[in-house]
C-alpha cells in the first residue's frame, strides 16, 4: 500500500473540487492513482462539489469572445492545479526510486557515450 504525503492528498482532493465535470475516476487516471483511493480521500476530508451556478444570471448573455475566454481561463486554472499536483507527486516518486546503484550522474553517464554528443 502506498503512502502519499498530506499536501497531495489535500491537492488531489481539491482538484476534484475545481472541476465539477469531471468524475472520480477521469481526476484519479490524471494523477495516476487509484480511484477508491481518491473517493475515501474525498470522503475523508468531507468535501463537497458545488450543485449547479449560485451566481447571478448577467442581464446580457456573453458575446461568443467572452465566453471562449472564460472557457480558456478555467482550461487554464484547471491545468495549471493539474501541473502543480504532478510535480509534486513526481518529486515524491523520484525521492523513493533508485535508477542507478552508482552516484553517478546521468550527465556524466550520457557524456561518455560516442552516441550521445550534441553536434553544434
Same mark, same amino acid.
Given at each position: 500500500?502506498?503512502?502519499?504525503?498530506?499536501?497531495?492528498?489535500?491537492?488531489?482532493?481539491?482538484?476534484?473540487?475545481?472541476?465539477?465535470?469531471?468524475?472520480?475516476?477521469?481526476?484519479?487516471?490524471?494523477?495516476?492513482?487509484?480511484?477508491?483511493?481518491?473517493?475515501?480521500?474525498?470522503?475523508? @476530508? !468531507?468535501?463537497? *462539489?458545488?450543485?449547479?451556478?449560485?451566481?447571478? &444570471?448577467? +442581464?446580457?448573455?456573453?458575446?461568443?469572445?467572452? =465566453?471562449?475566454?472564460?472557457?480558456?481561463?478555467?482550461?487554464?486554472?484547471?491545468?495549471?492545479?493539474?501541473?502543480?499536483?504532478?510535480?509534486?507527486?513526481?518529486?515524491?516518486? @523520484? !525521492?523513493?526510486? *533508485?535508477?542507478?546503484?552508482?552516484?553517478?550522474? &546521468?550527465? +556524466?553517464?550520457?557524456?561518455?557515450?560516442?552516441? =550521445?554528443?550534441?553536434?553544434?
Amino acid at each position: 500500500m502506498k503512502n502519499y504525503p498530506p499536501q497531495f492528498k489535500a491537492d488531489a482532493v481539491a482538484l476534484y473540487q475545481s472541476r465539477p465535470e469531471a468524475t472520480i475516476r477521469q481526476v484519479a487516471a490524471d494523477l495516476g492513482i487509484n480511484p477508491e483511493t481518491l473517493r475515501n480521500w474525498v470522503r475523508a @476530508a !468531507g468535501a463537497s *462539489r458545488p450543485r449547479g451556478h449560485r451566481a447571478e &444570471v448577467p +442581464t446580457e448573455p456573453p458575446t461568443p469572445l467572452e =465566453a471562449e475566454n472564460a472557457a480558456l481561463r478555467k482550461k487554464v486554472r484547471e491545468l495549471e492545479e493539474e501541473r502543480e499536483i504532478l510535480r509534486k507527486a513526481a518529486k515524491y516518486f @523520484a !525521492g523513493e526510486t *533508485r535508477w542507478c546503484s552508482s552516484p553517478r550522474s &546521468v550527465e +556524466t553517464i550520457y557524456a561518455a557515450s560516442p552516441s =550521445a554528443r550534441v553536434v553544434r
